[in-house]
C-alpha cells in the first residue's frame, strides 16, 4: 500500500493541490448539479410551508419536534468530525491526520450551518427568531437563562464561530501560497485579502503554532459540551426515554461517528474528484477506518446501557416507549438502526475491507444513514408514546415537506463543502511539506544511527 | 548611516542554520542578531536553538479573554435573572448557580477564542503589507533569511550567505 512518499517536492505539493482546485474531475460539476437540484427542492419546500403554515409538514401534536430536529441534531453530530481529527489528533502528534484534517474542520463549519437553518425552520415564524437569542422583551424580562434550548442556541453560536476562526487562522499560510502562485484575477485579490500579508517569518509561525494549539484546546471540550447540551435538551426533560443520565455520553459517541463515517465518505469523493490519489493515500484511509471502528462499538455499547437503563429503571413509561421502538411501528427503522449502526461496522474489523474504497464508499453511507436513524427513534418514539395514553399518536407520520427538508440540507451542504473545497485548498498544503519533511529527516536519522552501529 | 534589508534564499534549513550560526558568532558590526528574520514555507520549530528563544505571548490574550468572556456571561445572565425579583420563583434560587455555570463555560470559550485571535494578530504583527523584498519562492520550497543592518555591513553578511550555498541574494535600500 501507498503511502505519502518522503522524497516528494514541496513545491510539487503546491503545484498539485493548487491545479486541483482549478481543475478537478468532471464529476464534480456533477455532484455540485444535484446538490443544487437538492438544494431548491427544500427552498421550494420551505416556500410552502412558510406561506401555507406548519400544518403541511404534517407536524402537529403529540409530535412537536419530528424530523426537523433529528435531523437538526445528526448535522451538530457530523460537525464533531473536524474537532476529533483536527483538535484531538493534533494534541495527540498524529500526523497522519495532516492531508485530510482541512476538510473535516470544513465539514464541521458547513454542517453546523446546515443544523442551524433547522432551528428556523423548525420555528417555523422566521422573524421571531431572535427569540432564543439574549434579548429582552419589551417588558424587560429576559429568555430562560435555566433553558437547555438556550444553552444550546448559545453553545452552537460558540461552536460554528470558534469553528470558522480555526477554519481560517489554520488555512492563512495556504493563503498565502495560493497568492503566491496563482495567477491574476477575482481568485488572487481573495487570497491576498485573507492572507493578510502572510510571509511566513519565524514570528508569524511562532504564534501561529501557539495560536493553533490554544484553539484547538478551547475546541475539544466545547465540542464535548456542545453535544452534551444537546443531550441535555432531552435528558432534562421528564419525557419517558429521554430522561437517561447517559444520554451525554451516548451523544458524543454518537457525534464522533457520525462524524468519522461522513470523513470517510468525503475522503473517497474528493480522492477522485480533486485527484488527490497522491495525498489522500489508502494508509490514511485505514487509520480513519480503524478509528471509525473503535467509536462506533463504543456507540453500540452506550446504546446497550441506554437499553439496559431505561429496561432496568422500572419506570414503566419509558419501557413502553423502549417496547414501541422494538416491535412498534417505528421497528423497521429502529432494526434499521442497529443494523447500520451495530452490524454494518463490523465489516470495518475485517482487513480486506479496510482499504477497499467501493466497499467503505457503501459502508460509510449506511452508518450515516444509522447515524440518521438514530436521532429520528431518539425523536419520534418517545412523542407517539407519551405519559398519557389520550396522547398517544402511532399514526402520524413526517409529510412530504419534511423529507423534502432533510432530503435538502444534504444538498445544501454538499454544495456549500464542495464550492469550498473548489476555492480554498482542501488539503494542507503547508501541514503535508511538514509531514514529508519530518519523515524525512527520520529515515535520514536512523539510516545514520544503522552506519552507525555497523 | 543607512540601513539595507537583504534577503537570501537557501535550498534547505541546514544550510539557513549555518549561516544563521555564523552570523551570530561572527559579531559583525552595524548588524544587530535581533534583525535578523527567518522566513519558511513550513513552521520549524528547530529554528529556536539558532534563532534564540524569542517570545510568544498569545497565551496571556488567552487567559485573559476566557476570564473575560466567562465574567461577562455569568453578570450577564444574572443580571438578567436578578431583574425577575419582580416575579415568583417557586422558592427557587434567583441566581441559580448550576445551569448558569454552562453559559458561563460558553462564554469562557467564545471570549478565549476570539481574543486568541486577536492576540495572534497583534504578536504576528498581521495583518501587513509585505515587505519589498518578499520572495514567492518562500511559500514553495526555499527558506529565506531577511537580515537590516548598516550598509558597511553588507559586504561581509554577504559573504557567509555565500559561503553557504546561497541561491539567490536580493538586496533593497531601506528608508
Known sequence: ?454 | MSQRHLLALFNNFEDAEAAIYELRAADIKGFNFDDLTLKSPIEHHEVESVLGQRSANVQWFSLGGSLLGGLLGFFLISGSQANFYAQMKGGKPIVPFPPNFVLTFEMCVLGGVFITILGFLICAGLPAKRSPLYNAKVSEDQIGVLVKADESAMAKIKGVFLNHQALEIQEEVSK
Not at chain 1, 424530523?67 to 441534531?73: K, R
Not at chain 1, 446497550?304 to 431505561?310: L, R, Y
Open chain 1, 1 to 454: 500500500m501507498k503511502d505519502i512518499r518522503e522524497d516528494i517536492a514541496w513545491a510539487q505539493i503546491n503545484q498539485d493541490v493548487l491545479k486541483s482546485m482549478e481543475s478537478p474531475r468532471k464529476l464534480y460539476w456533477v455532484i455540485l448539479f444535484f446538490a443544487f437540484a437538492a438544494f431548491c427542492v427544500g427552498v421550494g419546500c420551505e416556500v410552502y410551508q412558510y406561506q401555507t403554515g406548519m400544518g403541511v409538514a404534517n407536524k402537529n401534536n403529540p409530535h412537536a419536534w419530528g424530523l426537523y430536529i433529528s435531523t437538526f441534531i445528526f448535522w451538530i453530530g457530523m460537525s464533531h468530525s473536524g474537532t476529533l481529527l483536527s483538535a484531538i489528533l493534533h494534541l495527540m502528534h498524529a500526523d497522519w491526520r495532516k492531508p485530510i484534517f482541512r476538510f473535516a474542520e470544513a465539514l464541521t463549519t458547513f454542517s453546523l450551518m446546515t443544523a442551524g437553518l433547522f432551528v428556523m425552520v423548525h420555528l417555523g415564524r422566521l422573524w421571531q427568531f431572535y427569540y432564543s437569542v439574549p434579548y429582552p422583551d419589551e417588558r424587560g424580562l429576559w429568555p430562560n437563562f435555566q433553558s437547555p434550548l438556550l444553552w444550546d442556541a448559545m453553545a452552537i453560536f460558540t461552536y460554528l464561530s470558534s469553528s470558522i476562526l480555526f477554519l481560517y487562522i489554520g488555512m492563512i499560510p495556504d493563503l498565502a501560497i495560493c497568492r503566491d502562485h496563482l495567477h491574476e484575477g477575482w481568485r488572487k485579490k481573495l487570497y491576498t485579502l485573507l492572507s493578510l500579508g502572510w510571509e511566513g517569518t519565524d514570528r508569524q509561525w511562532r504564534n501561529f503554532r501557539v495560536t493553533y494549539l490554544t484553539i484547538a484546546c478551547f475546541l475539544i471540550p466545547l465540542a464535548v459540551s456542545v453535544h452534551s447540551i444537546v443531550a441535555a435538551d432531552f435528558a432534562m426533560s421528564q419525557q419517558p426515554g429521554w430522561h437517561v443520565t447517559s444520554f451525554p455520553a451516548y451523544f458524543v459517541a454518537g457525534a464522533l461517528y457520525s462524524g468519522c463515517s461522513a470523513i470517510i465518505t468525503l475522503f473517497i469523493i474528493l480522492r477522485y474528484v480533486f485527484k488527490f490519489e497522491e495525498y489522500m493515500t489508502l494508509p490514511i484511509l485505514k487509520k480513519t477506518v480503524r478509528l471509525t471502528f473503535a467509536i462506533a462499538m463504543i456507540w453500540t455499547y452506550l446504546n446497550a446501557v441506554e437499553f439496559a437503563s431505561v429496561w432496568y429503571s422500572h419506570d414503566q413509561a419509558s419501557k413502553d416507549v423502549l417496547i414501541q421502538k422494538v416491535v412498534g411501528p417505528f421497528a423497521p427503522f429502529w432494526w434499521g438502526m442497529i443494523f447500520c449502526g451495530s452490524v454494518v461496522p463490523l465489516m470495518l474489523a475485517f482487513k480486506r475491507f479496510q482499504t477497499n474504497v467501493p466497499v467503505l464508499f457503501v459502508v460509510s453511507l449506511l452508518l450515516n444513514l444509522g447515524m440518521w436513524l438514530e436521532r429520528w427513534m431518539i425523536v419520534a418514539p418517545t412523542f407517539s408514546h407519551g405519559y398519557y395514553p389520550w396522547t398517544w399518536d402511532h399514526d402520524q407520520w413526517p409529510g412530504f415537506v419534511q423529507w423534502g427538508m432533510v432530503f435538502a440540507s444534504f444538498g445544501w451542504f454538499t454544495m456549500l463543502f464542495m464550492g469550498f473545497c473548489k476555492v480554498f485548498p482542501s488539503v494542507s498544503m503547508y501541514e503535508v511539506k511538514e509531514m514529508v519533511y519530518h519523515r524525512k529527516l527520520h529515515l535520514k536519522n536512523s539510516e545514520t544511527a544503522e552506519q552507525g552501529a555497523h
